[in-house]
Every structure is written in structure tokens, then in C-alpha cells.
């Protein structure tokens, strides 16, 4: 979470970006009638804000020109996973697929409901491992999905799950 000075640099940078105002020169008229550090402090905010802006341009462009695709978060593939493991763990198709990953659905269950705080890397890379997985038996791409409804419309299992 950023600080109230980190806010309000953020928010005068964006201000004076829109209006064509170079913020380096708004900083040095700051620097001649207030302490030094006032604008050292707000350099550095300026900067930061600069670098954070263009990293989410960036970002942005990559998505769209499409070089980059968005991935599915973590926490949300740990929440598919276990909506995934609660509609289809007892009976259907996907019985076998799930009794092959036995320790990565359950243990996306466990962090889903709070059981346990988090993963060790070997833990969070067998998530992600049985996440893959389901996306292969689905015929399905990461495309950043929200919730396992998403995958079962995409992969044409409507209604399947409850």
C-alpha cells in the first residue's frame, strides 16, 4: 500500500503529465523555496510514479498487440482448483483426473478455506502443476480466469457444476 506522499507525488505527476508540464522543473521551483530534501523526496515520488505508469503502459500494450497474454492469478487458480474438486471429486468424468492429483486439489481446498497460510515453492509449484493439468484436460488455454464457472462455459460444461 503506498504511503500519502507516494499518493499525492503519484497524483501531481499525473497532473502535470496531462497539462505538459515537465514535473522535474515544478520540483526544482519547490527545491528553491523549500529544504532541499522536500525535493529530493518529491524527484524520487516523480520518478517512481513515471516508472510505475509506463510499466502498466507497457503491460497494456503487451496485452493488446498480444506478446503477453494475462495468466490466471494464484489465488485464483487455487480457488478454481477447489470449486473444481468440490463439483467433481465425488462422481463423473473427472474422478480419475482428480484421484491422480491427489495432493493438489486438496491442498488448494486447504488454503481455500483458510486451513492453511500458505506454501512452501515445491507446494506452490504442484498448484500450479495440477492447475496446468486441468487446463490440458479441459483443451484450454490460461487466460486469466476468474472462477472455475468461466472454465466450465469455456470448455462447454455447463451446468455441470452447482
Same mark, same amino acid.
Given at each position: 500500500?503506498?504511503?500519502? *506522499? ?21 520540483? +526544482? ?5 523549500? +529544504?532541499? *530534501?522536500?525535493?529530493? +523526496?518529491?524527484? *524520487? ?20 498487440? @498480444?506478446?503477453?497474454?494475462m /495468466? /490466471?492469478? $494464484? ?8 470449486? $473444481? $474438486? /468440490?463439483? =467433481?471429486?465425488?462422481?463423473? !468424468?473427472?474422478?480419475? $483426473? ?9 491442498? %488448494? ?8 497460510? @500458505?506454501? /512452501? ?11 496446468? !493439468? ?6 484450454? *488455454? ?6 472455475? =464457472? ?8 455447463? @451446468? %455441470?457444476?452447482q
Amino acid at each position: 500500500m503506498k504511503n500519502k *506522499e507516494e499518493i499525492v507525488a503519484s497524483k501531481l505527476y499525473d497532473l502535470l503529465a496531462d497539462i505538459r508540464t515537465d514535473p522535474t522543473l515544478v520540483g +526544482r521551483y519547490f527545491a528553491q523555496t523549500a +529544504r532541499a *530534501e522536500v525535493y529530493e +523526496r518529491f524527484d *524520487e515520488m516523480a520518478s517512481s510514479a513515471r516508472q510505475e505508469k509506463q510499466n502498466r503502459i507497457d503491460w497494456i500494450k503487451d496485452i493488446i498487440i @498480444g506478446e503477453k497474454k494475462m /495468466t /490466471t492469478s $494464484f489465488d485464483n487458480k487455487v480457488i478454481i482448483l477447489s470449486q $473444481f $474438486f /468440490t463439483s =467433481y471429486g465425488q462422481e463423473g !468424468d473427472f474422478v480419475d $483426473f482428480i484421484l491422480e492429483r491427489n495432493l493438489g486439489f486438496p491442498m %488448494a481446498m486447504a488454503y481455500h478455506f483458510d486451513f492453511i497460510i @500458505g506454501f /512452501t515453492d515445491e507446494g506452490a509449484e504442484l498448484i500450479e502443476q495440477t492447475f496446468d !493439468d486441468l487446463l490440458e484436460l479441459l483443451e484450454l *488455454e490460461d487466460e486469466g480466469w476468474e472462477d472455475v =464457472y468461466e472454465l466450465e462455459k469455456s470448455a462447454g460444461l455447463e @451446468g %455441470a457444476i452447482q
